[in-house]
């Protein structure tokens, strides 16, 4: 005999499958030839220990590898909250800071995570192994380019050199060739782009644009900017997109700062090329880069300072 709260269920399921074009019976066959459900075919764990493959026989490249797959899975992690919020209705504050805060999470992990890359390998096992990576390079992650898209206006990750000769009248093709990290692929000497963005470009800049264009309004910059005005002053709005500002655009770029000091420093305070000819000393700073997601939030002083007290004391130790 069959009880009742189960019979319940089951007349729930024949309601939910019966516009499906097959009956429960069918949907109940399925469940009763289906092999039980394991974790590690769940997350298919197999495929993802697989996937570690070095190019060298130095074992602290499978750290290497290892750690930008993890960097990239969390990437991924904050789009799908950026996503979220981009197509969620305009107004409901709570759900932004959920969603904002979820990402910061996310960032700090990332941030904390960063002592692996600057304290866990080998200095000289790292300059050797990097050498048969050309010209691949960290800055070809389209993920951390898609969350910066998803996050604000193109107009705000235009390099602070093209700033100045902007009229307002740009078209978004036009903002994308002055974006900031273009610079950082391009070659000090000659002023041509490396062979590290031509690759990137190629493969990327029409899904970038495609992006661009379709969150222009609905960014997540631009969906605080519709809130009414009350909306936008609640505190822990503010303090979590501050967060997240910070995080993204100051935190971040710095751990790898610290990271390519690690590795790339020579004696006498000379410095290794990146791999993919990055300019990375011009490229990593944020204060020379001064990329804000949100400007509406900081104060002018605030903007002028970003980012510079930490890159003082990397040039400066000593003061």
Known sequence: MIEDHIAKKIVALDKKFQHSGQDLGSYLDGLLHQRYLTYWDYIHLDTLLSLQIPRTHFPDEEIFIMYHQITELYFKLIIHEQKQIIDHTVGNVDFLISRIGRINNYYKALISSFGIMINGMERKQFLQYRMSLLPASGFQSAQFRMIELYATDLLYLVHPSATDKLTGEESLAELYEEIYWKRGATDLETGEKTLTLRQFEYRYTPRF???????????????????????????????????????????????????????????????????????????????????????????????????????????????
């Open 209 to 319: 644009m495609r992006i661009a264009t379709g969150v222009k309004n609905t960014n997540i910059n631009a969906k605080y900017r519709q809130l009414p005005k009350e909306m936008r002053a609640n505190p822990e709005l503010i303090k979590a997109m501050r967060a997240l500002d910070v995080n993204a655009n100051i935190h971040w770029p710095l751990m790898h700062m610290g990271s390519a000091y690690r590795y790339l420093r020579k004696e006498k305070g000379s410095t290794v090329g990146a791999t993919g000819g990055t300019n990375w000393k011009k490229y990593l700073p944020p204060s020379f880069q001064k990329i804000i997601f949100f400007p509406d939030i900081w104060s002018p002083q605030e903007k002028e300072d970003w980012g510079k007290q930490w890159v003082e004391h990397m040039f400066n130790p000593d003061k």
